[in-house]
């Protein structure tokens, strides 16, 4: 037989007992008995409490008493009197039930006493039958009190969702205490034991004898049964027929109608009155007049003022040991002076014994001397020396002068404060759109246009779109077609081509070419058969003029029909000059067209009228060295371009209207948008300017987009673009959109970069024109090529 040991651990129970019961004795018979009635007992389960003795703290002070044997194995547990007298009346009632049992067994028990003594273990794991299980524990169901109606519902606790937790293991699986007797533990740390379960007789016997067997549930998480209400019922039939669970509320309640279906008549605006309405009395008037005079002569004062001053009268609350820096400017009643540049500290090289790596040697020495004219080049503004104490170094020859020098800049120079902006770098650039938003625009070089031998001057594109014509100094002008790049006409001329131009006027097929001091007036020959012949009808016949030209037009101008080696070639009409011609523009309606001769003094610019053959000289003093004219697209101005100014005459009232400032060295061309609002200039000296004529006389806006000269610019017709050539070889194309609203500034963004053209004798891009219709700009070079690009 083993022998029994008694182990204290230390565990919390719920009911405290102050004494605990002495551990006694007993006979061998005895002992055999608490062994049997030990693992008889389902509230006691060997499988945790196998092992070595163990000592376990917990929160309460008491100690109980558990029973081993020698080799570790648990027994029993020892209870104290007092805890035994606290037990409940269901546990009183079980061991009754077990004493019958074992009074009724007890003569099996004393002839099997030696088998029992032999085998104790192997017999308590044995299963007892279903009837002897239900007399030894019959489990209480376990009832809901209903809930008191005249008691507020969430009076105990926090939540009505809260549930009522007795197994404390948490969110596990359930079946890893499918080989133990408990299923978990509760509150105080004690384990709840599974109800024995019963074979399907026993459930089959229940279900006829309970009659509260169908309202009874199984709780998962303590495996006890729990019995329903007659609410909880009437609340899982409501939930079940989806119905809404709580019984007092009304499905079928009143509509309420919260938006009426009534047309109601609102005012348009209910816009508060403005404060020049208000009439105040003239009491308050007076009343606040005396204040506003009070405070600007300093009598009433502010609360911020108020508060100030008591600050002040509290005292600094730091204390200079020094008089502070300061001091006499106060006392001259300067205010807030900004104190003196104070000279940096001396270093090594000021000193009277300098390290050696200070002082100069001969190169050092030589440079230093070599800077006496330009003193502040110097690294240092004196020569290092070196002497053998305090005593014998001497006194600074220069003192007086630099102290006096120092007095005057002190003296002389301003100080005040000033307010110091910090302002981003990225605040100041202006937030321009995406050039993707502002297609389209011409991005790629499509066609090069091959056949000129030398650099080709000028370009001009047919009203319809569909030839091109261009002059180069080979003494050639060519007639192209835009869709295939092919060449349809050369006509050849005495003299370099310096300008075309296409007569805007789609009815008409004419080309005027500036070619030496001749201007010609060719029927190109393309297109409409129709249109052509019309041309030539127009072109032959000279009308009658009565009015007789003065001498100074005559001398300047004469008007000549070709001659027929030329009729052949095409050309129509020769207007010979007494100067070279520069440049040739064609009025909007086709009728007018204007020539420049730079050399022609005050007859440098000329107006000739087709249809009547006459010629005009519109000044009659030269206000500069003209450069380019232009006609309004709109009114009936005439814009004149100096080499430092732009003109603009009224060609009706014969008068000058404005003039524009361009601060520029030489202007190039000149450009006028579509609407006649805007005017953008080219200079040679790598500038583009955007003048609103309806803003001032000086550039809106100045832009430095080129390297080198700027050549040529162009609007395009339709489209809200607009072009630049320059001789870095780039062809420049921005967005330029003007308003309708005369508030509202243009916008001007640079698009695109497209750099193709070679350079020769520092040429690069001579000329540059848009398509009529689509969004294309072609471009002529020195490389003697035409360039389109799409």
Not at 216 to 244: F, Y
Not at 409 to 437: F, G, M, Q
């Amino acid at each position: 037989m083993t022998k029994k040991r008694t182990v204290k651990r230390k565990v919390k129970e719920p009911e405290p007992t102050n004494e605990q019961a002495p551990v006694s004795e007993e006979s061998e018979n005895e002992e055999d008995e608490d062994l049997l009635q030990a693992v008889k007992d389902p509230g006691e389960d060997t499988t945790d409490d196998e092992g070595i003795d163990q000592e376990y703290q917990s929160d309460s002070s008491e100690d109980l008493e558990f029973e081993s044997d020698e080799e570790g194995n648990y027994l029993g547990r020892k209870v104290s009197n007092e805890a035994e007298e606290g037990e409940d009346d269901d546990e009183d009632e079980d061991e009754d039930e077990d004493e019958e049992d074992e009074d009724d067994d007890s003569d099996d028990d004393s002839e099997e006493s030696d088998a029992d003594d032999a085998s104790a273990t192997p017999k308590d794991d044995q299963p007892s039958s279903s009837k002897a299980a239900a007399a030894q524990t019959k489990e209480p169901l376990i009832e809901i009190i209903p809930r008191d109606p005249s008691k507020p519902e969430y009076e105990d606790s926090d939540t009505s969702d809260e549930e009522d937790i007795r197994n404390t293991v948490g969110n596990i699986p359930m079946h890893w205490y499918d080989e133990y007797k408990h299923i978990g533990y509760d509150w105080d740390a004690k384990k709840i034991i599974k109800p024995p379960k019963g074979d399907q007789i026993d459930d089959f016997l229940r279900k006829i004898e309970d009659p509260n067997f169908w309202r009874t549930v199984k709780d998962p998480m303590t495996g006890q049964e729990v019995l329903l209400t007659d609410e909880d019922i009437a609340l899982i039939k409501r939930v079940n027929s989806s119905r809404i669970p709580n019984p007092e509320h009304n499905e079928y309640a009143p509509w309420i109608e919260w938006f009426t279906s009534e047309v109601e008549k609102m005012p348009i605006k209910n816009v508060p009155d403005h404060k020049r309405s208000f009439l105040p009395s003239v009491s308050e008037k007076k009343k606040v007049s005396r204040m506003v005079h009070a405070l600007k002569m300093g009598w009433m004062k502010t609360t911020e003022e108020v508060e100030r001053e008591k600050q002040q009268k509290r005292g600094p609350k730091f204390y200079m040991l020094w008089e502070t820096d300061t001091g006499r400017e106060h006392m001259r009643r300067i205010h807030d002076p900004v104190s003196a540049p104070k000279r940096d500290l001396p270093g090594h090289a000021e000193s009277y014994n300098p390290p050696p790596e200070y002082l100069f040697d001969e190169k050092e020495t030589k440079e230093w001397l070599k800077l006496k004219d330009e003193p502040h080049k110097r690294k240092l503004h004196f020569m290092p020396q070196k002497y053998k104490s305090l005593r014998a170094v001497p006194a600074y020859p220069r003192y007086l002068r630099e102290r006096f020098l120092r007095c005057l800049d002190l003296y002389l120079c301003p100080r005040a404060k000033r307010v110091k902006l910090n302002i981003d770098a990225e605040y100041l650039i202006p937030k321009l759109p995406s050039p993707r938003d502002l297609q389209p625009f011409p991005t790629v070089e499509s066609l090069v246009y091959r056949g000129h031998t030398d650099l080709v001057r000028s370009v001009s594109v047919e009203p319809k779109g569909e030839y091109l014509v261009s002059g180069s100094d080979d003494k050639t002008v060519k007639i192209w077609e835009i869709a295939t790049g092919r060449c349809i006409r050369t006509i050849e001329t005495n003299d370099v081509v310096r300008c075309v131009a296409w007569c805007p006027n789609a009815k008409l097929s004419i080309i005027a070419v500036a070619t030496g001091s001749r201007l010609l007036l060719i029927n190109p020959k393309v297109g409409d058969k129709l249109l052509i012949k019309k041309t030539d009808d127009l072109l032959a016949e000279s009308p009658n003029l009565d009015i007789i030209e003065s001498e100074r037009i005559k001398t300047a101008v004469q008007w000549s029909n070709a001659e027929p080696e030329e009729q052949e070639k095409g050309v129509r009409v020769v207007i010979t000059h007494f100067k070279p011609i520069r440049q040739v523009t064609w009025h909007g309606r086709g009728d007018y067209l204007a020539t420049v001769m730079p050399e022609g003094a005050n007859r440098s610019a000329l107006i000739h009228q087709l249809s009547k053959r006459r010629s005009q000289i519109p000044f009659s003093k030269s206000k500069g060295l003209i450069q380019c004219v232009l006609f309004h697209p709109v009114k009936p101005c005439f814009f004149v371009a100096t080499q430092h100014n732009i003109r603009i005459y009224d060609l009706v009232k014969q008068e000058l209207i404005k003039k524009l400032l361009t601060n520029s060295k030489w202007i190039s061309g000149m450009s006028i948008h579509p609407k006649g609002d805007n005017l953008l200039v080219s200079t040679y000296d790598k500038k583009m300017l955007w003048f609103d004529l309806d803003l001032s006389t000086k550039p809106y806006q100045t832009m430095r987009l080129h390297r080198n000269a700027v050549r040529s610019v162009a609007f395009h017709l339709r489209y809200p673009l607009f072009a630049s050539g320059s001789d870095d070889q780039a062809v420049i194309v921005s967005h330029g959109m003007v308003y309708n609203d005369l508030l509202q500034n243009p916008l001007i963004v640079p698009l695109k970069k497209l750099q193709t053209h070679e350079k020769r004798d520092e040429f690069g891009v001579l000329d540059v024109t848009w398509h009529p219709v689509q969004p294309w700009v072609f471009s002529t070079g020195a490389d003697c090529t035409i360039r389109l690009y799409t």
